[in-house]
């Protein structure tokens, strides 16, 4: 009897690790790829998960409470929603608190994530803390609005041409990518501005344009200073390449507007709590953890819709999954593996529709891609729209430019 007592315990236990792991392996693959048609859906009940998953994927402003992992599997999968948002708002001894009140439940047994407990295998108490002594981010700002002219922007050899970089007072270069999950700092770069890495915290960074991979070391610059504004605890992973502005970056500033001349960053007092000059809201797309995020708005592709991803780091117009041409090779950049497109490609006319624009373009078709959506709009978007990411007042769109020949007097009026 007693053995029997014990073998249904262990059976209860493991059929609750594998509902937990079978309900935050679905939740993730909704919270990167969310149907917004269901998130909008009024007659939804509206649960602590749904409401969870509506505020990353819709960027709105809803307040949540997460309960007792023991209550359900979806419990489990909001906690680890909420790990992931404190780490993307930079509030660093939330996400230890968060993050060890799971690592002690799973060690004593009182949970099971399945796959996922391995997320909790990876720091000790000392990294732990070293993590927790992270700053929080700080924005400083003088002016209500502040303006970042993009740098000298003329391609190098086998360069793309045309993508916005951003120099500091130092003189390095930073592109502005919203394609990038996270920020990127170059090695050198870091060595220059005195960035301080933590100990035994790496990642595995990947990239939409190629299959390589590269292990990036997690750091803190204490001050960057870009144009007007100086930024305060700035974290980043340090590798090879180019230095780059990711959208974990772009969130924590606030209120911004990507422009195709510059970057406006609102000090968060001063920003506008709402627009009603939005061609077309903008998305996000993000796996639970919130490391690997994205931006995405719909649009029409030769009269289909789909969703496409904003990635300002890339040139052109529109690139799209396609067989490619054999025989045509294309890089977008010499300087790192990482950041390389290897794949083949062939440019093709189509017809595109986007915030009640519909123009003829030339889309590039590439093979191999790894795009984690059916396109992807890049840099030459901005001809026709600015990019506002609102992440103080939950409001990201796109703004058709009222004149395309000048963005700068627009973005103002937006005011």
């Not at 911004?256 to 627009?275: C, E, F, L, M, S």
């Not at 996000?284 to 904003?310: E, R």
């Amino acid at each position: 009897m007693h053995y029997k007592w014990m073998l249904l315990v262990l059976s209860c236990w493991l059929s609750g690790a594998f509902s937990s792991e079978t309900a935050i392996n679905k939740v993730n693959a909704l919270t990167l790829q969310p149907d917004i048609r269901t998130l909008k859906n009024p007659s939804i009940e509206r649960s602590n998960l749904i409401k969870a998953r509506s505020q990353r994927a819709l960027i709105e402003n809803t307040h949540y409470t997460c309960t007792s992992p023991a209550e359900s599997s979806d419990s489990a999968a909001c906690l680890l929603i909420e790990l992931g948002d404190a780490a993307a708002q930079q509030d660093m001894g939330t996400w230890v608190k968060r993050y060890s009140r799971l690592q002690q439940d799973i060690t004593a047994q009182r949970l099971s994530l399945g796959q996922w407990d391995d997320y909790f295998k990876l720091y000790d108490q000392a990294t732990l803390d070293e993590i927790g002594n992270i700053q929080r981010f700080k924005l400083v700002a003088d002016k209500p609005l502040n303006f970042l002219a993009y740098g000298d922007n003329a391609p190098q050899l086998f360069e793309d041409p045309l993508r916005p970089y951003l120099t500091d007072s130092l003189g390095n270069k930073w592109l502005v990518d919203t394609g990038a999950s996270q920020t990127l700092i170059n090695a050198d770069v870091a060595k220059a501005l005195g960035a301080r890495a933590v100990a035994h915290v790496s990642a595995t960074l990947t990239s939409f344009h190629s299959d390589a991979e590269e292990q990036g070391r997690l750091a803190v610059i204490d001050s960057l200073t870009l144009g007007e504004i100086s930024i305060e605890a700035v974290t980043g992973y340090i590798y090879s390449g180019e230095s780059v502005i990711g959208l974990d970056l772009l969130k924590k500033l606030g209120s911004v507007a990507i422009t195709k001349n510059g970057v406006y960053v609102w000090r968060a007092q001063d920003a506008p709590t709402k627009r009603e000059d939005c061609s077309v809201d903008v998305y996000l797309g993000s796996n639970i953890l919130n490391t690997n995020q994205y931006l995405f708005t719909g649009i029409t592709l030769d009269n289909k819709k789909l969703y496409s991803i904003l990635d300002t780091g890339v040139s052109g117009y529109l690139r799209k999954r396609g067989q490619g041409a054999p025989g045509v090779k294309h890089l977008d950049t010499g300087k790192d593996m990482l950041n390389s497109s290897m794949g083949y490609f062939a440019s093709t006319p189509a017809l595109i529709g986007i915030g009640g624009i519909s123009k003829n373009i030339v889309a590039m078709e590439v093979a191999e891609a790894r795009y984690p959506a059916a396109a992807i709009l890049g840099f030459d978007l901005l001809n026709d729209f600015d990019l506002f990411i609102d992440f103080n007042h939950k409001n990201s769109c796109l703004v058709k430019h009222s004149d395309p020949s000048s963005t700068l007097s627009d973005v103002r009026s937006h005011l």
